[in-house]
């Protein structure tokens, strides 16, 4: 008799709590690479063309917006989980779709608040930063 073993190469969190740490550090990461970058941007006197507190470029916005990201990842990779057998590969396939849908705003919407094109440069980099470490920890990726 044979027992075959088939590893899973990411497994599905075991509970609610374990999803919960691997997208918080998802965030964490994520958050840190924003304000490291942002740092250096600053430091290079790159002219992004909005500023203030509102700016898609200050601290509270790339903070707001990576918190609600991760939230909004974790609940579609519960539901993906869910119904489907390969939750990784398909969260993946969304996480995709949402990354070219959220481009969009980049590119028709930041031009009129007075980005520039280095400043829409650094936002597509931006979305880069966030959408990578969510994703590499949600589907289990990152070993945690």
Do not use: C, W
């Amino acid at each position: 008799m044979e027992i075959s073993s088939k590893r899973v190469r990411y497994p599905v969190p075991e509970s609610g709590v374990a999803l919960a740490r691997r997208t918080t550090l998802g965030v964490v990461v994520a958050i840190v690479a924003l304000l490291l970058t942002q740092a250096i941007v600053t430091a290079l006197g790159i002219d992004v063309g909005a500023s203030g507190e509102m700016s898609p470029f200050a601290a509270g916005p790339l903070i707001g917006t990576t918190l609600v990201s991760g939230i909004g990842a974790a609940v579609v990779y519960t539901v993906v989980a869910k119904f489907t057998d390969k939750p990784a590969r398909n969260f993946i396939a969304v996480a995709v779709g949402v990354f070219v849908l959220m481009l969009v705003p980049v590119a028709v919407v930041s031009p009129s608040m007075g980005v520039t094109a280095a400043g829409q440069a650094i936002l597509v980099l931006y979305h880069v930063l966030v959408a990578v470490p969510l994703v590499a920890f949600i589907i289990g990726a990152v070993d945690v």
